[in-house]
């Protein structure tokens, strides 16, 4: 049996073990080998964790490397190169208001000389009023296209600030996906469970997690393949069964959480039968072989964060009553009670399948 992590931020012993992780390979502890391993340690990418588990005890930082990039692609440069862009916008939009200060300031010079020449006693009245309005004409025209011009390349500038904005949201929100569910990934559900207390009050809402009874077994049987197809079919199970606005992730292999707000326990616990009984009555066949990959069920455990003082005590609560869940039968939805225990200690290593 498995069950997902604690939440990064919240769990120091995770990094611990990546980093004897990464010693125990011979890897340089840098940022971009640390990622590649916390990737494949919360196991929501299992061909990542194969692949690197394949490397051995020795991999090289070229070997490192080229897993990196056959599984992250080029994402980061993308996100890199966006905020570039938006980076060249904000200090052209900056030149284009220093140059219409600069504008303002130079009409505003000139409406000080004209005021003096109107003041002056040393011009008769008419060569007054003439070069008076010759100059305020000639500045107040200037000054209006300068004006029009800058405001059009403020338009255009904003535009195109607005493309960049967007290109960096779909760029998060690509790196805060699951590629194979459409669901939330691990990283992004860290981000949401920690923002829960952001407030600083115990807020309505509570925490759901479910993990696929002996998917392993599925695995093993019929292939890879196969359990990912069965992987994509449950996230669609969990989403279509929870209100729109409640957040739904992926959190590791065959792992999944639903944050919910404005439910009381028993709502809660009504969903989490919902969603396993939806699983429980759905066929896994094979429509050309025939073969039956099923019964595929679902054990769940939950926990209110009224009930917790911070993320990581409600992750654990709610991971306890998961572990229950599994321990007494499976296919089953238990809420955290008092008393409840979690005997066992999960490695890394768990996740070598």
Not at 276 to 293: D, I, Q
């Amino acid at each position: 049996m498995t069950t997902a992590q604690p939440p990064k931020i919240q769990t120091p012993d995770v990094s611990a073990q990546i980093a004897f992780a990464m010693r125990s390979m011979g890897v340089a502890p840098i940022p971009r080998n640390y990622e590649l391993f916390y990737e494949a340690y919360i196991g929501s990418n299992p061909a990542l964790t194969r692949d690197l588990v394949s490397l051995g005890s020795r991999a090289t930082q070229d070997e490192i490397d080229q897993l990196r990039e056959q599984h992250f692609g080029n994402q980061q440069e993308k996100i890199e190169s966006a905020h570039g862009k938006l980076i060249g916008e904000l200090e052209a939009l900056l030149r284009l208001l220093r140059q219409e200060q600069s504008s303002l300031e130079s009409y505003n010079r000139l409406l000080g000389e004209t005021y003096s020449r109107i003041s002056s006693k040393n011009s008769n009245s008419t060569d007054i009023l003439r070069n008076a309005i010759a100059v305020l004409s000639e500045a107040t025209g200037n000054t209006m296209a300068h004006g029009e011009q800058t405001v059009e390349q403020m338009s255009q500038r904003s535009q195109e600030m607005d493309e960049v904005r967007r290109e960096l949201d779909e760029y998060k929100r690509i790196a805060n996906t699951d590629s194979l569910t459409r669901l939330s990934n691990r990283r992004a559900f860290d981000e949401k469970l920690a923002s829960v207390y952001a407030s600083g009050e115990r807020p309505l809402a509570a925490l759901l997690l479910a993990d696929i009874d002996h998917f392993k077994k599925v695995n093993d049987l019929y292939g890879h393949p196969v359990g990912d197809k069965i992987l994509a079919t449950v996230a669609t199970i969990i989403r279509s069964n929870v209100r729109k606005e409640s957040f739904v992730a992926r959190t590791g292999g065959e792992e999944f959480a639903v944050i919910i707000e404005g439910y009381t326990a028993e709502e809660v616990h009504q969903m989490g039968e919902k969603i396993r009984l939806a699983l429980e009555s759905t066929p896994f066949k094979n429509s050309k072989t025939g073969v039956n990959y099923g019964p595929i069920t679902l054990s769940l455990g939950y926990s209110m964060a009224a009930e917790s003082e911070d993320a990581g005590e409600l992750y654990s609560k709610a991971d306890t009553a998961l572990y229950c869940a599994k321990n007494n039968g499976r296919n089953r939805t238990f809420g955290f009670e008092d008393g409840m225990k979690k005997d066992f200690t999960k490695s890394w290593l768990l996740y070598k399948r």
